[in-house]
C-alpha cells in the first residue's frame, strides 16, 4: 500500500515560520483519551498495520505502551500550514502537534530537549520525518517552546503518554534553569562480562572511535558493563557518529543521557 505522505513526511529541509510572528506561545496539548484515527495508521497487510513512503515500509506500533526513544527532533512550518496531516486534520503550525512514523495517530508525548531540559507535550497527528536519523518532526511552535527553532533540530527523548496502562507518578516540572544539560553519549553495547566490554572498546579505538569508553553500572548485585561514545555536544557530530558506526557495521547503537 503507498500511504499519503502528511506534512512531515514532505519536509526534507528547513522550513521557515511563515511572514506572520506566532501570535502567541501556545499551551501544551493536554493528553486525554482518544480513538484511533480512521486515517493515517496504515492498513493491516498480515504483519500488522503498515505504510510505504519512499520505497521504505513502516509498521504502525499496536500501542504506544513503553515507548521511550532519544534522537533528533526536527521541525517543520509555512510549508505545510493548512495541508492535510496524515490522519486528514488541518496542519496548524501554531498549535502543539508533530508527526512520528509508528506511533499511533494519535498519541500524545513528551518531548524533553536533552541540551536544555525544557519539556513540551505535543499530541502527534502527523508521519514524517522521513530523513535519516530523525525520530520526530515537532510543529513550529512547539520547536519555539523547545528553543529549537533556530538551530533547526535537537537531541531529544520522546515518551509516550498513556492511558490504558498504569504509569509512576510524574513530579512537577523543575524549573529549566535550575537543571543542568545532561551529558549525551551512543551507547554501542551492555554487558555482564568486562572482557566482552573490553572487546567492543578495542574494536572501536582500532577504528579510532577515540571517544569510546566503558561506564560501569550497578545494578543488583550485578555489574554491567556500557560501552558508550561521547559526551555528543551537536545533532551535526550526531549524525556523523551515527554514520561512521553503520560503515563499520555496528548496527546496536543508541542515544542516551546522563
Known sequence: MVFMIGCGGKKIQRDGPGKSIIPEIPDDAVPKPEARSKYGNGRDLGNGPQYEV???????????????????????????????????????????????????????????????????????????????????????????KLDMVNDGTSLVEVTAINFDKPTKKTLPPVATTQISPNQIYVQ??????????????????????????????????????????????NVAQYDLLIKSLEAFGIKDKYLITD
Open 54 to 144: 519512499l520505497e521504505k515500509t513502516y509498521t504502525v506500533m499496536e500501542n504506544s505502551f513503553d515507548y521511550q526513544e532519544s534522537g533528533v527532533a526536527s521541525w517543520y512550518g509555512s510549508k505545510f500550514h493548512g495541508n492535510l496531516t496524515s490522519n486528514r486534520e488541518i496542519y496548524d503550525m501554531y498549535k502543539m502537534t508533530a508527526a512520528h512514523k509508528t506511533l499511533p495517530l494519535p498519541t500524545y508525548v513528551h518531548v524533553r530537549n536533552l541540551r536544555n531540559n525544557k519539556t513540551i507535550t505535543v499530541r502527534v497527528n502527523d508521519r514524517g520525518p522521513f530523513v535519516t536519523n530523525r525520530i520526530i518532526d515537532l510543529s513550529y511552535a512547539a520547536a519555539m
Open 188 to 233: 554501542v553495547g551492555a554487558f555482564k562480562e568486562l572482557k566482552n566490554a573490553e572487546r567492543r572498546l578495542s574494536e572501536l579505538l582500532n577504528y579510532r572511535f577515540n571517544k569510546a569508553f566503558i561506564h560501569e553500572e550497578f545494578i543488583n548485585t550485578e555489574t554491567l558493563y556500557r560501552v558508550r561514545i561521547g559526551p555528543i555536544i
